[in-house]
């Protein structure tokens, strides 16, 4: 057995085997455990951002999902504004509805005897602006200025509609007609 300890062949085999095991303990302790746990942290980085991301998502969604919703809402908002007679004072919602009305009156064979202004009203926190009129017309004119305001689409509606009926050939229809127009204003006539 000595003999095979003295062999130089066999000291060299093994102190090379020995530098061999002292090399990959040495590999193992520093560079693979160190490689480990950064490949941890980077995997615990992976997680974290991971998350980030999915929070991230789901806010994106979130925020999706009431841009929607406000967009709905200013369709609304812009289809309920186009309802509106147009005028930054009541005096000047009071003028166009005026506008609206004659424009209609222009094209028919309606004779307006009198026009007055009755005091406005309320409803809820804004002004409904009342104007009166007094008017002969036949028939066909009266169907078609209720037609008018049907497909107006405005905020205009009849508050009270009399009608007497004269016995003569022309204009035999007399009409009493007030009109409640709604001010988004916070003035009065």
Same mark, same amino acid.
């Given at each position: 057995?000595? !003999?095979? *300890?003295? +062999?130089?062949?066999? @000291?060299?085999?093994?102190?090379?085997?020995?530098? $061999?095991?002292?090399?990959?303990?040495?590999?193992? /302790?520093?560079?693979?455990?160190?490689?480990?746990?950064?490949?941890?942290? *980077?995997?615990?980085?992976?997680?974290?951002?991971?998350?980030?991301?999915?929070?991230?998502? =789901?806010?994106?969604?979130?925020?999706?999902? #009431? +841009?929607?919703?406000? @967009?709905?809402?200013?369709?609304?908002?812009?289809?309920? /504004? &186009?309802?509106?007679?147009?005028?930054?004072? !009541?005096?000047?919602?009071?003028?166009?509805?005026?506008?609206?009305?004659?424009?209609?009156?222009? #094209?028919?064979?309606?004779?307006?005897?009198?026009? @007055?202004?009755?005091? =406005?009203?309320?409803?809820?926190? &804004?002004?409904? *602006?009342?104007?009166?009129?007094?008017?002969? $017309? #036949?028939?066909?004119?009266?169907?078609? *200025?209720? +037609?008018?305001? #049907?497909?107006?689409?405005?905020?205009?509606?009849?508050?009270?509609?009399?009608?007497?009926?004269?016995? @003569?050939?022309?204009?035999?229809?007399?009409?009493?007609?007030?009109?409640?127009?709604?001010?988004?204003?916070?003035?009065?006539?």
């Amino acid at each position: 057995m000595k !003999a095979i *300890l003295l +062999n130089k062949r066999f @000291r060299f085999t093994v102190f090379g085997l020995l530098i $061999c095991f002292l090399a990959a303990a040495v590999w193992w /302790s520093t560079l693979y455990t160190g490689l480990m746990e950064e490949l941890d942290g *980077l995997k615990s980085e992976q997680q974290v951002s991971l998350n980030r991301l999915e929070r991230l998502q =789901s806010k994106k969604e979130a925020l999706w999902q #009431e +841009n929607l919703v406000n @967009r709905e809402k200013q369709k609304d908002l812009q289809r309920l /504004s &186009n309802l509106l007679v147009g005028g930054n004072s !009541a005096v000047d919602v009071n003028t166009e509805a005026q506008k609206l009305i004659r424009s209609f009156w222009d #094209e028919h064979a309606i004779k307006l005897d009198t026009f @007055r202004e009755i005091p =406005s009203g309320k409803w809820r926190d &804004n002004v409904i *602006l009342k104007l009166n009129y007094q008017f002969t $017309c #036949e028939l066909e004119d009266l169907s078609d *200025l209720l +037609n008018y305001f #049907e497909k107006l689409e405005k905020v205009i509606r009849i508050e009270t509609l009399n009608i007497h009926y004269l016995k @003569r050939e022309e204009d035999n229809l007399q009409v009493i007609l007030t009109l409640g127009i709604l001010s988004i204003t916070n003035d009065v006539i």
